[in-house]
């Protein structure tokens, strides 16, 4: 079945620094790709989303860009800040389906 | 601006009692779900629904019912508690049944079952 896999954290950097966070897929046809973030204390919310290949995300200085060929969906940002520190997931979804999660990233960013 | 609230934000209870989680939306969306949280296994899916009174079982759903009697509404029940139940709990709604559309997602409620 499809499924998302993401790379285990925690992820430390310090402010500034440059993000990646991989993100992989297995899917058999074309599901849309999304980041969600989670801070501390609160619910889920979308951080950005494409949905086709090629497609480029992007939110809050956070970029990922859509790789069919490789599959992936890897999320960057060119320099962090502590207010970054959070869970973040990367999700597939098929039409008529349900969402799928990776197991999610924490990222913790120290001034 | 679009809501999703979750009744509680923490929730205690005992072994064998029976639990109501409830979930509201005030985006008249027509899909709502229920998710468990643990560490190192992210977000599971138990039930989903995609209509009043429709409700389907996600990954996850023994020991779970859902209700959905109102559009806006979805409430997971736990049935008679259980230890390994003790999670975070987090609904989400989303517009259209059959769609890859953003959910939209409550604070979650924290249970812990003693």
């Known amino acids: 079945g499809d499924s998302v896999t993401q790379m285990e954290g925690p992820v430390t950097l310090s402010e500034e620094a440059f993000l990646t966070i991989n993100c992989t897929y297995t899917?058999?046809?074309?599901?849309?790709l999304f980041w969600y973030v989670q801070y501390p204390g609160e619910g889920l919310q979308l951080l950005l989303k494409?949905?086709?290949?090629?497609d480029k995300g992007s939110n809050k200085g956070f970029e990922a860009t859509y790789r069919k060929e490789t599959t992936s969906f890897h999320l960057e940002k060119g320099s962090v800040q502590v207010s970054d520190s959070a869970v973040y997931f990367c999700a597939l979804h098929q039409a008529g389906t349900a969402l799928i999660f990776g197991k999610g990233t924490t990222l913790s960013v120290s001034s | 601006d679009v809501k999703v609230t979750q009744s509680s934000r923490y929730l205690v209870k005992r072994t064998g009692e029976k639990v109501f989680l409830e979930c509201v939306q005030d985006m008249d969306h027509e899909n709502m779900f229920w998710y468990r949280q643990d560490p190192g296994l992210g977000l599971r899916l138990i039930y989903f629904s995609y209509d009043v009174k429709m409700k389907e079982k996600g990954d996850i759903p023994e020991g779970y019912s859902v209700s959905r009697e109102k559009k806006e509404r979805f409430s997971l029940i736990l049935e008679s508690a259980s230890t390994n139940q003790t999670s975070m709990y987090l609904c989400?709604?989303?517009?259209?049944?059959?769609?890859?559309?953003?959910?939209?997602f409550g604070p979650g409620t924290r249970l812990t079952v003693l």
């Open positions: 899917a058999t046809g074309y599901p849309s």
């Open positions: 989400a709604s989303s517009p259209r049944p059959g769609s890859t559309d953003t959910q939209y």
């Open positions: 494409a949905t086709k290949a090629d």
